[in-house]
């Protein structure tokens, strides 16, 4: 059954030891058009909270008193019940370090503080389209039959886009923990679009990239790469090396959907 989410219906989980910036979050969320919102200050009050109900949506601030939001996020990915729980980070953090993690545990969006209310909507529409089933490309097309090459080292963040790519109709996913294992695939197996992050061991995004381009029989495949790399030297590279496309994590849903569109119609017209 297709699954449709309004902010209306949205059932939120909001983690903020500040008493002033919770009632600052919830009165926006309010305006938004959300009403189901429960606010905890810790992240223990907030797993017990994830045990005993029902949430669509965990908003959280980067330092509670017992742990990192990392640490929490780290937790509920590790976690059967919460590891697909959608999440946003609202902090003032900046530092890469911090943030490095949180792109590669599957995050719908990082918020920095102070924010606007246009920011958390955007956040909120995100969320949304990563909830949400969307399956309308083109009546005559199926997805059930592309096949796509997910690659990354972060299993969390394999999750997060296997849920993405199910929600628009693919079935067909294969994964790699890096690009040798990606290379030994696709050497094996044909595919209709790879989706690949940037830093990864044994053989990075740019490598493989370069691999199917110039050494692969599958030299014309689409692929969009999905990275927190900020490294303008290396995302030129990337570039030069025929990448279809590049986002950033976190990235907005929207984004997949329109480069699955557009193979899909270039595949109709060849």
Same mark, same amino acid.
């Given at each position: 059954?297709?699954? &449709? ?6 059932? =939120? ?7 002033? /910036? ?6 926006? %969320? /309010?305006?938004?058009?959300? +009403? ?12 017990? &909270? %994830? ?8 908003? #959280? ?18 976690? $059967? ?7 946003? %980070? ?5 530092? $890469? /370090?911090?943030?490095? $993690? ?11 503080? $102070? ?13 949304? *389209?990563?909830? +949400?089933? !969307? ?8 997805? *059930? #039959? ?26 067909? =996913? ?15 197996? +044909? ?5 690949? !992050? ?5 053989? !990075? ?10 050494? +692969?029989? /599958?030299? *014309? %495949?689409? =692929?969009?790469?999905? #990275? ?31 480069? =699955? ?10």
């Amino acid at each position: 059954m297709a699954r &449709h989410y309004s902010t209306t219906q949205l059932r =939120i989980l909001l983690i903020e030891p500040s008493g002033v /910036q919770a009632s600052v979050i919830t009165s926006y %969320l /309010q305006k938004l058009g959300a +009403s189901h919102i429960e606010h905890v200050t810790t992240a223990q009050q907030a797993m017990t &909270h %994830l045990q005993k109900n029902e949430y669509e949506l965990v908003l #959280s601030a980067m330092y509670l008193a017992d742990m990192t939001g990392v640490e929490l996020l780290t937790l509920m990915r590790s976690l $059967p019940e919460t590891q697909n729980l959608a999440f946003i %980070l609202v902090s003032s953090e900046t530092r $890469p /370090q911090m943030l490095e $993690p949180v792109r590669q545990l599957g995050v719908c969006a990082i918020v920095p503080k $102070p924010f606007t209310q246009d920011l958390l909507q955007r956040a909120l529409n995100t969320t949304l *389209d990563y909830l +949400s089933d !969307d399956t309308s490309f083109d009546e005559e097309v199926s997805l *059930d #039959s592309l096949r796509v090459l997910l690659v990354d080292d972060s299993r969390a963040a394999r999750n997060y886009m296997r849920q993405v790519l199910g929600n628009v109709g693919v079935r067909l =996913i294969t994964e790699a923990a890096n690009g040798r294992e990606a290379m030994n695939l696709l050497e094996a197996s +044909s595919f209709d679009l790879v989706l690949t !992050d940037y830093n990864m061991p044994e053989m !990075d995004g740019q490598q493989l990239i370069e691999y199917i381009r110039k050494d +692969s029989w /599958q030299s *014309d %495949l689409p =692929i969009l790469m999905v #990275s927190s790399e900020s490294n303008a030297g290396r995302l030129a590279a990337v570039e030069q090396a025929g990448v279809s496309g590049i986002c950033d994590k976190p990235f907005e849903p929207a984004v997949i959907r329109a480069l =699955i569109g557009k193979v899909l119609q270039q595949n109709r017209h060849d």
